[in-house]
């Protein structure tokens, strides 16, 4: 007879730990792989043989302008940007310039002087220039007063004729963040220029990063121009509007422009973003979708509620104003224009009548209200005349292009900061947005039954 042969299981399958702890090693590694391969249809794909430049600017430890990133959720993209090879693109923007024969069309602007930068114009006269279609009309664009900045910064300033980006802090609010990602031949093309006012160059001196005896200022890749925030608003946030809508007649030789909100820390190369997003686009705009909402009366609602801005009556007489003459909430009548809110802290630029219109008629809509910008943002890209082409970008993509850092919560001497509109009471609205002179229905009836109809649906 055979011997009758036994087996025993591998001494590895004997422990149930064991067992166990690589089951969960090799789930976690597929998870892992699975996580990456979907982020990865978030990268943007650029030549790998692009130049990068490395550390631009070393801050002192005491400044932390690192501090208080906000972290996103998103970890898919289903709209990618890609990027064409860096030479190529630098190639092509340089021609652009040295091509140029100046824009379709020339915007002229209303000059004179006047008690306030913009005018403050009636409504009337600001929707009469909706509609433009004669070349001959000077359109009122700011600059009624002056804008005060010195020479030196102003001649600097003009000589920007190709891609300049823009950014603004006043009242201390935020930190000066280096971009990442410059190609080697980007800061030859690009200026970089950081509007600041009285307060926040303390700060930058508190730390060391500027000397104010100096005649100009400069921290890494940014030139700093100092604003002399006494001549112009009361509120620095409308100060900050200046730079970021008028960049068109800031830099009056610059072709594309980029706005960046001091919150953010550019990731891409601004002359990729500009091409990608802009250029191959054949757009006017470029600017992300708001993560939240869709409709203006949701922002509006949102800007009360969350207190963005303290006169909440003139938040609803502002609404009433726009919903009275034309406003309507988003719907698929609108496209391509996917959404009425966008998320403006990034927007880039192709200047031209068009795109400076555009800037010109929504800075004398925050000058006659406030300067939360979202609120006559489809206001204006709908009544205005001619039609802005704009592209919207998905969420993910400005995610992926900027990294958002939290505003400062103390000053330079290590006081906590107190928001501007904080100080002042909060103004409540007078009635119902259904009610008006004691009966219904308000200006905005029609457009909450609509939007609501819409939600339903």
């Known amino acids: 007879m055979g011997k009758l042969i036994t087996t025993s299981k591998p001494l590895i399958l004997k422990s149930k730990l064991l067992c166990f702890s690589l089951f969960y090693l090799f789930a976690t590694l ?28 070393n801050y002192p430890s005491s400044y932390g302008q690192h501090k208080y ?26 021609n652009l310039r040295k091509n140029s024969r100046g824009y379709d069309g020339v915007l002229r602007y209303l000059k004179g002087n006047a008690d306030t930068f913009g005018g403050n114009l009636s ?44 950014s ?28 600041v006012d009285d307060v926040t ?34 509120h620095p946030a409308m100060n900050g509007i200046i730079p970021k809508y008028l960049v068109h007649r800031l830099f009056p030789n610059s072709q594309f422009s980029i706005w960046v909100d001091a919150k953010l820390q550019l990731m891409v ?50 609404i009433e104003t726009y919903c009275e003459n034309g406003l309507q909430p988003w ?39 406030n300067p939360r910008d979202q609120l006559p943002f489809a206001f204006v890209r709908d009544h205005m005349n001619p039609k802005l082409k704009l592209n919207m970008f998905e969420v993910e993509v400005f ?20 928001k501007v509109s904080s100080l002042r009471r909060t103004k409540r609205a007078e009635a119902d947005l259904y009610v008006k002179n004691g009966s219904c229905c308000g200006g905005c009836h029609k457009y909450l039954s609509t939007m609501w109809a819409e939600s339903n649906d």
């Open 269 to 318: 190369d601004p002359l990729l973003l500009i091409h990608s997003l802009v250029m191959n686009e054949n757009v006017d705009m470029a600017i992300s979708k708001h993560p939240f909402y869709v409709h203006t009366m949701e922002e509006a609602m949102a800007t009360a509620r969350w207190k963005k801005w303290w006169d909440v009556n003139g938040l609803k007489i502002q």
């Open 201 to 234: 160059l303390k700060g930058l001196e508190h730390h060391g990063l500027i000397s104010i005896e100096s005649d100009e200022y400069k921290i890494g890749v940014w030139r700093i121009v100092k604003v002399a925030k006494d001549s112009l608003y009361e």
């Open 399 to 418: 995610e992926q292009v900027a990294v958002e850092y939290r505003h400062n919560v103390k000053s330079s001497d290590g006081t906590t900061l107190k």
């Open 123 to 166: 409504t009337l006269a600001r929707f009469s220039y909706f509609n433009h279609q004669n070349d001959s009309i000077d359109v009122p664009c700011g600059f009624l007063k002056g804008f005060p900045i010195s020479n030196s910064d102003q001649i600097a300033m003009e000589k920007c004729d190709n891609v300049v980006v823009v």
């Open 69 to 94: 990133a906000v972290s996103t959720t998103r970890s898919t993209c289903s709209s990618p940007v890609f990027f064409s090879d860096y030479w190529d693109v630098v190639d092509e923007i340089e």
């Open 331 to 369: 719907s698929p009548s609108k496209k391509p224009y996917p959404s009425d809110v966008p998320d403006s802290a990034l927007m880039l630029r192709k200047h031209g009548v068009r795109n400076n219109l555009f800037s010109c008629l929504m800075f004398n809509e925050l000058e006659a209200f």
């Open 30 to 57: 597929f998870l892992a792989l699975y996580t990456t391969l979907s982020q990865s249809k978030c990268f943007f794909r650029s030549s790998p043989s692009d130049p990068i430049l490395n550390s631009l600017f």
């Open 168 to 195: 603004a802090i006043f009242n201390d609010h935020d930190k000066i963040r280096q971009p990442k990602g410059l190609g080697s031949k980007t800061l030859e093309i690009v200026c970089f220029v950081m509007f």
